[in-house]
Nanobody, 125 residues
């Protein structure tokens, strides 16, 4: 049974940085494209960023472009989301998802086969 476990969330101040991780088990990680989504209270889940299974291509939502960086370490079965210059509007539960291979449409949540349980990120003074 595949499992994704996010970690690294917390309470930070505006302008701070935070790195989220998502560790996979029960699947061939190197064959999966990985995505990060987030959901704020009262809002729908939205795309944040994704990295293809090969690691060659990365996608970002406009709202985080230039501030967030996604990367993967296949040796550790882990995908990371490095977040800089955090803003209060980045406050949300962050989820990682996995889709086998996949090279397009990674901003669409329903494409993903597996999801983690989420980790809370709160940006506040």
């Amino acid at each position: 049974q595949a499992q994704l476990v996010e970690a690294g969330g917390g309470l930070v101040q505006p302008g701070d940085s935070l790195r989220l991780s998502c560790t996979a088990s029960g699947l061939t990680f190197s064959s999966y494209s990985m995505g990060w989504f987030r959901q704020a209270p009262g809002k729908e889940r939205e795309f944040v960023g994704a990295i293809t299974w090969s690691g060659n291509t990365k996608y970002y939502a406009d709202s985080v472009k230039g501030r967030f960086t996604i990367s993967r370490d296949n040796a550790k079965n882990t995908v990371y989301l490095q977040m800089y210059s955090l803003k209060p509007e980045d406050t949300a539960v962050y989820y990682c998802g996995a889709v086998p291979f996949g090279g397009s449409g990674l901003d669409v949540g329903r494409k993903y086969q597996y999801w983690g349980q989420g980790t809370q990120v709160t940006v506040s003074l």
